[in-house]
């Protein structure tokens, strides 16, 4: 199988050279979307305009199927395939890793709604076969290997009155026309990748959070329209806009919406996570060719004791991300083969995976700077680039604090916390392998992983105490699980592959990565906040 998954990605990148796709992700950094409001006439148009190594790029991941791997259900390990093509892409990509996130989750929800709804009949006046062809028709261009033919994806939730509490915070409302054709208005404050061609927003409909899909004009028309362009701290490249939906038509999915962007939430929170490895991949080589050629003190520097720490560090923490992120690929896709993942482990697993790997890749990025010295504080360099993209990773698809609370949630819910500590351990022990499948063969024991091994065992006793009381620490206990999960990666990989390196990577991480659990208390929190009233005036 990982011949397979090799041959295949050597197959489809062999001809796409690294500095081919740098070259078009520097044009979008230099050339940053802008929006066109008027015409010369004075009338309004609303017209984006972006660089062409954005098209570019946009072509390229249709044409490497990026999305469409995922939803081939012909293809062999098509997660594992997908995900490391991603990981490849994603830190290059000029961030139109963004838009294929929520292509890729739109396609999912369309997909499982779709089935859910097959079998409704002919003459049902919500879920006709016009219909059903019109989302069957979406999800085969959301999916599409022909540049021509692929569109991508918005995702229009947050408004103004917030961000994730989407269900109090959505004032958007859906209403039906004279004509029977509802319609959209209300403000979208933070939408991304605006050149997208269809979208799934949220609205109220009746006493219903529902959700709809969009198709936006090709043409301005005044049902959607770009009140400003988002001038942000990174991913410049990426066209965010605030929209205010007039009149756009839409087709409703689902009245109950919330319930219904899970499936969407889990991809997308996987992308995030995907970019996070994809960064720290890129910085570390970056990093450790660097150090072969530049010298200080009579020496390269790859070969001064402190430097050589901070690189392994750096290779360390590569590994845990890509290894835990694969992971979470195979359990948010597990199927009958798997039957001892319950739903609550990809739950909890979805998001701790995206907070810690979010966390652990701003960090890494910030010492993988430090690992060029000057020239890693340069822009013309490209290096503070990754750092500000990289930094929007914690807050997207929802804040570490957000997802932490929503974790909090999931583990207290049945057998939840059981069943993902008992992954974890599973995992690490031998007894599965990535994804929760079953080891058909007989692993031979490794002494070098008895250490971490222990190590990784006290941290999880450590987090069943943490977890009795976490109202306050469930940031620290929900980067906890994170770590230990990938820890627990790094010894399974290390157990299969028997690699010196991969044994001494599962032996540094548990004695650099696993995450301080924190002691806290009610009154260590509010004395501090309640000696000083602070108020400011927002301009």
Known sequence: ??????????????????????????????????????????????????????????????????????????????????????????AVSGMVSCPLAMTDGAATTLSKILTLHETSAPDDSVYSEEWKSTVSQTISNLTSPNPENFWTSGQWMTERAGGSDVTRATQTVAMRDERGVIRLYGNKFYTSAIDCQVSLALARYGENLSLFLVHLPSEYDGTVQIEKLKDKMGTRQLPTAELTLNGVPALLLAERGIANIVPMLQVTRLYNAVAAASYVRHVTHLARDYAESRSAFGHTINTLPLHQTSLAKLETFNRALILQTVDLALIVNAKEETPSLSSSVSRVLSAVVKIHTAQVAVSTLRDGLEAFGGAGYMEDTGLPGLFRDACVLPVWEGTSDVLSMETIRALSRGSAQTDVLRYIRELAMGWCVLGGYQYSGDLEPCQPLEAPLTELNQYLTQLELALEDCQYTGRSVALGIGAAHAAATLISFARYTQQPSDVAAARLWCKMGLVTLNNLHSSDISDILTQTEIKFERT
């Open 1 to 90: 199988n990982k011949q397979k998954v090799s041959s295949g990605i050597n197959a489809e990148y062999g001809g796409l050279q690294y500095r081919r796709l740098n070259k078009l992700a520097t044009e979008c950094e230099m050339y940053p979307p802008k929006l066109q409001r008027l015409d010369g006439w004075g009338g309004r148009v609303d017209k984006l305009i972006t660089c062409e190594s954005w098209k570019q790029l946009h072509d390229i991941a249709s044409t490497e199927r990026l999305v469409g791997i995922g939803h081939d259900s012909s293809s062999e390990l098509r997660e594992v395939w997908q995900t490391v093509k991603l990981i490849l892409f994603s």
